[in-house]
């Protein structure tokens, strides 16, 4: 089943596309309703053997497989330790409790005192605009996040975005998610009317995992729309390895670009998939080339399920010491680390005794 879209619940948020653009809609709409949903299934795609299947194939822990065909394709088959079919593929190690692994370890209940927002930063607020994602990446620290209390009607944001009205100093909101680009056009062009009508803010800031992992999300009437809006755009894209970044992800950026979108990225570090200081560098690189800067590398949080992926701050040190001696200061992502309570993300700076 496709979780259930905010188009769903509004079924009269109507926009006018011309026959081309209706054609782009349907085409990655489809693309996300043939995405892989179970372990097993995927694992076939990927032509690995019954036998090997029977060792790989792990319970889901109530966080379902979720993968679209765009992204299997960037996969190696028959390769186990593929850093992309090790971010969406469950593994046993999801059922081993660990002290100190939470399923809020940032606390995000607490600053959420009005559904679907979180103010937590001076300036910014964040608008959990959609419910769902076009990819469950094992590692989410939202995987535990009740979502489905959550679920927006354009009611909801209306209400929401009264509430954030009332904050003077608000001149950037960011819509993350789920995914915001999970949303249809009809709907996400609806909310971003809603967020036009707020005179003090400047900036839009889409959070979202879409154009790399469903390029062709990127339709040219989503572009329109962004490149019209009298905000300034930013879209923060979610890569995690240059493998993860084909021709039609380029092409995706390349169009962003074109609409006067800036670009920037943010990576999870993971144990077994970017943890290395060759594949960061190699990330950077590839995310370069395709018109992106690294913004942030966040330390993994705490999160329940997630324990083998966890990398130390040490050891984030010691690979910031590394992008920061091979890499020109432009391509080298800030590590940061996200504690409850703090007005900002923790800044981690290279290790220095050398
Ligand atoms: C990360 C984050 C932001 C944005 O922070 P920046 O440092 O501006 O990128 C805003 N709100 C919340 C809740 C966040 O977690
Ligand atoms: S796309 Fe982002 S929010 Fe969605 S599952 Fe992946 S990491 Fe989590």
Redesign the pocket.
């Known amino acids: 089943m496709i979780p259930e879209t905010v188009a769903q619940v509004e079924p009269h948020a109507q926009v006018m596309l011309n026959p081309e653009q209706d054609a782009e809609e349907q085409q990655w709409r489809q693309q996300l309703a043939q995405s892989v949903r179970s372990p097993k299934a995927l694992l076939q795609q990927l032509q690995f053997s019954d036998q090997q299947m029977q060792q790989l194939v792990a319970d889901e822990q109530g966080f379902n497989t979720l993968a679209p065909p765009a992204y299997i394709a960037r996969m190696q088959p028959g390769n186990a330790q593929d850093p992309l079919l090790l971010q969406v593929l469950p593994q046993a190690a999801e059922a081993i409790a660990t002290p100190d692994f939470i399923t809020d370890p940032l606390a995000e209940a607490q600053f959420n005192p009005i559904p679907g927002v979180v103010h937590k930063y001076h300036g910014r607020a964040l608008l959990i605009a959609a419910g769902h994602?076009a990819?469950?990446?094992r590692y989410?620290f939202?995987r535990h996040y009740p979502y489905n209390e959550q679920q927006r009607s354009r009611k909801q944001w209306q209400d929401s975005l009264k509430h954030l009205a009332k904050d003077p100093y608000l001149e950037e909101i960011i819509l993350s998610?789920?995914?915001p680009l999970a949303l249809t056009n009809p709907v996400l062009f609806a909310l971003l009317d809603e967020i036009e009508k707020l005179p003090q803010v400047k900036r839009l800031r889409i959070h979202s995992?879409l154009p790399v992992v469903l390029p062709d999300r990127i339709t040219s009437a989503l572009c329109q729309r962004l490149q019209n809006s009298p905000l300034q755009v930013i879209m923060v894209l979610?890569c995690n390895h240059g493998q993860e970044i084909d021709d039609a992800v380029e092409q995706a950026c390349q169009k962003l670009h074109q609409a006067d979108i800036s670009l920037l990225n943010q990576t999870v570090l993971l144990n077994h998939i970017n943890a290395d200081a060759d594949v960061l560098i190699a990330l950077s690189k590839r995310l370069f080339k395709a018109r992106v800067l690294p913004y942030y590398l966040h330390l993994p949080d705490h999160v329940a399920g997630t324990q083998h992926f966890f990398v130390s701050p040490r050891q984030g040190q010691d690979l910031m010491a590394e992008l920061q001696t091979r890499l020109p200061g432009y391509l080298v992502p800030r590590l940061v680390k996200e504690e409850p309570g703090r007005a900002y993300k923790t800044l981690i700076a290279a290790c220095t005794l050398s």
Request: with cysteine; aromatic share 0%; hydrophobic share 10%.
């Open positions: 994602c990819i469950n990446c989410c939202r998610g789920g995914d995992r979610h």
